[in-house]
């Protein structure tokens, strides 16, 4: 009685009902487990349908070439002959590695030169850089030499940090809201009111200085104006030379950036200092909340701090990745830079060195700090979302869906409302502490390209995509 696969005597036999051969369990199982067919006809077959035979156990023979000294002997020298061949395989594939290795070796210490050369051909054209004198008007045409790379303030800028922080950080959670202070009902009824022709084509920036009267903005031509919206019209005609592309109010001065790179600085009209050079165009400006530092960050990969009480550049950052937004930390310790890889990269303002960096989906286009300190909201290049971020976390705590890409977002002094501008619509979002809810009480059909609060958030003023204003208020 043989098995059927192996040919040799079983030691727990078996019988197939479907074909009546016989088999060692072991193997037939194996085979079931797999085809799950009789082997010898091809029938479907299951364990169930084996039959346990009984046998005496078989007691197996020795093989013929092992039953004497000369036959032992030989199988000995195959063994042997089979092991040095494995010992002459296992040489040839640790020879093969060995070279495999060396290569390898010889490739990183080739990188590693090549990185080594090229961080002090960096290095060397920093230093370069470092001596070459920054040209423009006003204080900065002095000869004096840049600081690059992330160099730490004067001393006297990170007191005057210090003390703001301080300051704002003490006052921040006790501070109450103004009176005359918009409400939600008065949010609610916003309509438009009153509408510019098309003033500055091309332009996608709009301030407010500290009144809501004026509103700076720029086009691509070069000419930027400050519109007085209670009176209707521009008051003052800006020149600037080439496309405006960044916005801000130091006080009753004008800064305006451009794309040629550099930083100008208006007063009553007239020009009164240049600052800056960045390499590419000036893709954001930022005031301080101390009023003593201003920033400007650029697609040439960097910002740079200047001291506005000589109008010097005291320390400049360089990133990796084109900077799209910039905005300074409501206590004035952190300063966030938004970038087109989608990355939020934060810095120490005092030192210039990096704190975080934050992923975002896209682009960043937008930054927006809340006053409580610890909420900032970001828009995302093509995005019709806004993501509320919580600082402490590093997170997104909430996502708004406002429905239409959005361009631009603006927080109310209060937290409480937070404005969105896009290719579609002008809205407000509203947070209730209360009940720790979000609501939209205004949303209106007016395309924009960028959005600023007037006094007491008692208005929107919304930048057209014609280069006009659109005023939303109460109606």
């Known amino acids: ?135 423009g008007g006003g204080a900065v045409g002095n000869g004096d030499a840049m600081q690059v790379d992330g160099q730490a303030l004067p001393q006297e800028l990170v007191d005057k940090v210090d003390e703001t922080q301080q300051e704002l950080f003490a006052t921040r959670r006790k501070r109450p809201i103004p009176d005359g202070w918009a409400t939600a009902d008065d949010i609610t009824s916003f309509d438009v009111t009153n509408s510019s022709e098309p003033l500055y084509p091309g332009s996608n920036c709009l301030s407010l200085n500290e009144s809501g009267d004026l509103a700076l903005f720029g086009g691509a031509d070069g000419v930027a104006g400050i519109y007085s919206l209670a009176k209707e019209k521009v008051v003052h005609v800006l020149k600037c030379g080439t496309p405006v592309t960044a916005t801000a109010w130091w006080g009753a001065r ?30 954001s400006i930022a005031l301080h909340p101390s009023g003593a530092i201003l920033a400007s960050g650029g697609s040439d990969k960097r910002f740079i701090f200047y001291n506005l009480s000589n109008l010097k550049v005291v320390s400049q950052v360089y990133t990796e990745s084109e900077i799209s937004c910039s905005a300074f930390h409501v206590d004035g310790v952190l300063f966030f830079t938004g970038t087109v890889d989608g990355k939020i990269r934060i810095f120490d303002v005092k030192t210039g060195s990096s704190m975080a960096v934050l992923d975002t989906t896209g682009p960043v286009r937008s930054i927006s700090f809340s006053e409580n300190g610890t ?97 939303l208020g109460a109606a």
């Open 1 to 135: 009685m043989l098995c059927a696969i192996s040919g040799e005597a079983p030691q727990a036999p078996v019988a197939s009902r479907k074909s009546g051969n016989v088999f060692e369990r072991r193997l037939i199982e194996a085979h079931i487990a797999q085809h799950h067919t009789d082997p010898v006809n091809g029938e479907d077959l299951t364990v169930d349908d084996l039959i346990e035979l009984k046998s005496p156990r078989i007691v197996t023979p020795r093989p013929p070439n092992l039953t004497s000294i000369p036959s032992l002997l030989s199988a000995f020298q195959s063994e042997w002959d089979a092991i040095i061949l494995e010992t002459f395989t296992l040489k040839q594939q640790l020879s093969q590695t060995r070279q495999e290795l060396s290569t390898a070796l010889y490739q990183n210490d080739a990188a590693t030169r090549v990185v080594a050369r090229l961080s002090r051909e960096r290095d060397e054209a920093r230093e370069a850089l470092s001596n070459v004198t920054v040209s």
């Open 254 to 283: 004008a800064i305006v950036g451009t794309s040629a790179g550099v930083v100008k600085v208006f007063e009553d009209g007239d020009e009164t200092a240049q600052l800056g050079d960045h390499a590419g165009p000036v893709t």
């Open 375 to 471: 909420w900032f909201a970001v828009a995302e290049k093509g995005s019709s979302s806004v993501a509320v971020w919580d600082l402490r976390k590093q997170a997104p705590i909430k996502l708004l869906d406002v429905g239409t890409p959005v361009d631009s977002i603006r927080w109310d002094y209060t937290g409480q409302f937070l404005a969105t501008a896009g290719s579609g619509s002008v809205t407000v979002q509203q947070y209730t502490k209360a009940s720790k809810s979000w609501s939209e009480p205004v949303r209106k059909a007016v395309p924009a390209r960028d959005v600023a609060w007037g006094a007491n958030a008692s208005s929107l003023v919304a930048l057209t995509p014609e280069g006009g204003l659109s005023i």
